[in-house]
């Protein structure tokens, strides 16, 4: 399945990550076979690095970097808090 790239320049791209994928591989669970990371990779085909993750039932804007001083330049705004991330929940009765 090719994920939705919603932005692209020479330092990043964004996907709208669907919901049940998760970022990358992780030993939480060993049974997972696809992963947003390798989806892309393969999809555009080059290497990848993701600036934040999104939990697997999330779904949302994933920015990825094309390469290492993209990746420093992007850690260091999410450390600095320079980078807002906004969550609109979708509900359904009584909160």
Do not use: W
Request: proline share 4%; charged share 25%.
């Amino acid at each position: 399945m090719p994920l939705e790239i919603i932005y692209a320049d020479d330092d990043y791209i964004a996907i709208n990550k669907p919901s049940g994928l998760l970022v990358h591989r992780t030993s939480l669970d060993k049974h997972a076979t696809e992963f947003a990371l390798q989806l892309l990779r393969d999809q555009i085909g080059q290497e990848v690095f993701p600036c934040h993750r999104l939990d697997r039932p999330t779904s949302g804007v994933l920015l990825f970097a094309l390469n290492a001083d993209a990746l420093r330049h992007a850690q260091h705004e999410f450390a600095e808090r320079r980078v807002s991330k906004v969550y609109h929940a979708i509900t359904r009765g009584t909160i």
